[in-house]
């Protein structure tokens, strides 16, 4: 089945312990992007991957660090959570540019308290 | 830069209620468009999309259609039901396929 997993999908953590949000694909997209989603703000891209060892900033990317060693894996890195970090996460791949719609994950919930 | 709009919500309607969203967009040069939708502690789905002017998405009875003229991509379904009840994003992709753009969505309920 086509997919995209991400784990874990809920996590609760302290202010500066450093975390990563893992996300895989089985379709063999080249481009994956890594998504928070806010009350009232929809989705705002943080990072976004356009092929392996291609990563480029989104429009929130403070605070994140992303990597793309693999085709199929696009981690979410907190090197430092905050509490304004806490939100729905969401990643996402597609197979290419142009027109070709957008495949998400379940979501991860993080809290940082 | 490119941004999509979308009416505001929550929307509420009875079951069997006729729906609109108004979604409009701003971008350069011809954008594909999308609707996506989020039920309760899910990850967003592709409702329907288009990728030209004139087009028409449909899926599950709901419909938009992409208006160039007036920048728009309204969703409409002629009656809801209880099921329908999510949160529907409208969204755009530009044609070199860096920028994947999401309006702020729309909730919506429906009642028995």
């Known amino acids: 089945e086509a997919q995209v997993t991400q784990n874990p999908r809920y996590l609760i953590t302290v202010t500066g312990k450093k975390l990563t949000v893992t996300c895989s694909q089985n379709?063999?997209?080249?481009?994956m992007s890594w998504y928070r989603q806010d009350p009232g703000l929809g989705l705002r891209q943080i990072y976004y991957?356009?092929?392996?060892?291609?990563?480029d900033k989104g429009d929130v990317p403070e605070g994140y660090k992303v990597s793309r060693k693999e085709k199929r894996n696009f981690p979410l890195i907190l090197e430092s959570p905050s509490p304004n970090q806490t939100s729905l996460y969401f990643c996402a791949s597609r197979p290419g540019q142009g027109a070709s719609e957008a495949f998400f994950g379940q979501g991860t919930r993080l809290t940082v308290v | 830069g490119d941004s999509v709009t979308q009416m505001e919500g929550p929307v509420t309607l009875s079951e069997e209620a006729f729906l609109t969203i108004n979604c409009t967009y701003t971008a350069t040069g011809y954008p594909s468009l999308f609707w996506y939708v989020q039920y309760p502690g899910e990850g967003l789905q592709l409702l329907l999309k288009?990728?030209?002017?004139?087009d028409k998405g449909s899926n599950k009875g709901f419909e938009a259609t992409y208006r160039k003229e007036t920048t728009s991509f309204h969703l409409e379904k002629g009656s809801v039901q209880v099921s329908d009840s999510a949160v529907y994003f409208c969204a755009l992709s530009d044609r070199n396929g860096q920028n994947f753009v999401f309006g702020p969505g729309t909730r919506l309920s429906v009642l028995p």
């Open positions: 288009a990728t030209k002017a004139d």
């Open positions: 379709m063999n997209h080249e481009y």
């Open positions: 991957s356009m092929n392996v060892e291609v990563t």
